[in-house]
T-cell receptor, first 114, second 114 residues
Framework: DTEVTQTPKHLVMGMTNKKSLKCEQH?????MYWYKQKAKKPPELMFV???????INESVPSRFSPECPNSSLLNLHLHALQPEDSALYLC?????????????FGPGTRLTVT | AQSVTQLGSHVSVSEGALVLLRCNYS??????LFWYVQYPNQGLQLLLK??????LVKGINGFEAEFKKSETSFHLTKPSAHMSDAAEYFC????????????FGKGMKLTVNP
């Protein structure tokens, strides 16, 4: 299984809602990432988890809250988002002890904040 | 800090023609270099990577790239374009050893005309 799955595929939420994005991989990867991608732009790194511990937070606003319950699962909890947070949210993972290279990306969750 | 430059934002080729997507990097230490492809409404897929060793790297779908240290380049080529190659292509760099985050170029949209 060389796949990273993300749910939901699409999400529309109001500015007062609380929602969560989910990412799962069963490749034994111990590094997992959240990226945000606006239209016609490259992905921007948000968070990195290494061995289930948050290792990098790229100064992301607190309305985004990541969680890594176990080595296969990564969540992104969303609360009180702004319309400018509308984007494609990508999850990625990479093999044990090898950060950054050979990142496997999921298909993304397209988020619209109304 | 390392960086990559993808000049222009759009390349258009005819089906069967050569595909050439340019990428130049800047790094004070030996880099690891990558090409990712993103099809519409999908996540990123690793096409190929250069870490060490052979400078001509072959990837999936008939793509290849050559690492040229003297020119600080890592251009992506494919001898004969296919309609299914239409996508966004991102060049990315990290430091050798993978100790720094992946830095993406701004991307290049490839259109293939029949």
């Amino acid at each position: 299984d060389t796949e990273v799955t993300q749910t939901p595929k699409h999400l529309v939420m109001g500015m007062t809602n609380k929602k969560s994005l989910k990412c799962e991989q069963h490749m034994g990867h111990r590094a997992m990432y959240w990226y945000k991608q606006k239209a016609k732009k490259p992905p921007e790194l948000m968070f990195v988890y290494s061995y289930e511990k948050l290792s990098i937070n790229e100064s992301v606003p607190s309305r985004f809250s990541p969680e890594c319950p176990n080595s296969s699962l990564l969540n992104l909890h969303l609360h009180a988002l702004q319309p400018e947070d509308s984007a494609l949210y990508l999850c990625a993972s990479s093999p044990p002890a090898v950060l950054w290279h050979e990142q496997y990306f999921g298909p993304g969750t397209r988020l619209t904040v109304t | 800090a390392q960086s990559v430059t993808q000049l222009g934002s759009h390349v258009s080729v005819s089906e069967g023609a050569l595909v050439l997507l340019r990428c130049n990097y800047s790094s004070s230490v030996p880099p690891y270099l990558f090409w990712y492809v993103q099809y519409p409404n999908q996540g990123l897929q690793l096409l190929l990577k250069y870490t060490t060793g052979a400078t001509l790297v072959k990837g999936i779908n008939g793509f290849e790239a050559e690492f040229k240290k003297s020119e600080t380049s890592f251009h992506l080529t494919k001898p004969s374009a296919h309609m299914s190659d239409a996508a966004e292509y991102f060049c990315a760099v990290t430091l050798q050893g993978g100790s720094e985050k992946l830095v993406f170029g701004k991307g290049m949209k490839l259109t293939v005309n029949p």
